[in-house]
């Protein structure tokens, strides 16, 4: 059974970074890109970017190029993704999506607050 | 970017209506290789999202055939014929053809 594994609820100050990780089971991590979306109340959903565990190689909206980061850690079969600079905007659900957009994580609620 | 515009926002129904909800792209959707790649979405409250229609028309494992998806080029619709009370949450659209890949707004069900 494919299972996507998102990290817990964060709260974190303005200014700083955060980094979300996703556990993927159940299928060959390396064979399939991993995406990540946003969902906010704002703007609804919106697709980051993805990244290719084979190769690591990644492509990114241009809306969030300088806003994340995307890695994976392909002996633990987990993406990551960080987030940087945050504002009271980046403040949404994070998800981690497989490559068909077919199996999601349970979303990480990220909350920037002072 | 390819703007994905979904009709209604709010859709009241009746147990056992048929819904059908629209959702229009600024772009034909339909790739260099021939596929279109438009998907259906059923997110519950509290849930992630969950693949219902894949490339227009098939069914992801486990949907049941009360689902359906058709359209081509810019305008696909998803009906659900005898709603029910599980069927109800928030339905999206999702075009995987152009980058950056992009969403409807969102339908939600809702009993009348």
């Known amino acids: 059974e494919v299972q996507l594994q998102q990290s817990g609820p964060e709260l974190v100050k303005p200014g700083a970074s955060v980094k979300i990780s996703c556990k993927a089971s159940g299928y060959s991590f390396t064979g399939y890109y991993m995406h990540w979306v946003k969902q906010s109340h704002v703007k609804s959903l919106e697709w980051i970017g993805r990244?290719?565990?084979?190769?690591?190689?990644?492509s990114y909206n241009q809306n969030f190029k300088d806003k994340a980061s995307l890695t994976v850690d392909k002996s633990s079969s987990t993406a990551y993704m960080e987030l940087h600079s945050l504002t009271s905007e980046d403040s949404a659900v994070y998800y981690c999506v497989r490559y068909d957009f077919d199996y999601w994580g349970q979303g990480t609620t990220l909350t920037v607050s002072s | 970017d390819a703007v994905m515009t979904q009709t209604p926002l709010s859709l009241p129904v009746s147990l056992g209506d048929q819904a059908s909800i629209s959702c229009r792209s600024s772009?034909?959707?339909?790739?260099?290789?021939?596929?279109?790649?438009l998907n259906w979405y059923l997110q519950k409250p509290g849930q992630s999202p969950q693949l219902l229609i894949y490339?227009?028309?098939n069914r992801f494992s486990g949907v049941l055939d009360r689902f359906s998806g058709s359209g081509s080029g810019t305008d696909f619709t998803l009906k659900i014929s005898r709603v029910e009370a599980e069927d109800l949450g928030v339905y999206f659209c999702l075009q995987v053809t152009h980058v950056p890949y992009t969403f409807g707004g969102g339908t939600k069900l809702e009993i009348k």
């Open positions: 490339r227009v028309s």
């Open positions: 772009q034909s959707l339909e790739n260099s290789n021939g596929n279109t790649y």
């Open positions: 990244i290719n565990p084979y190769n690591g190689a990644t």
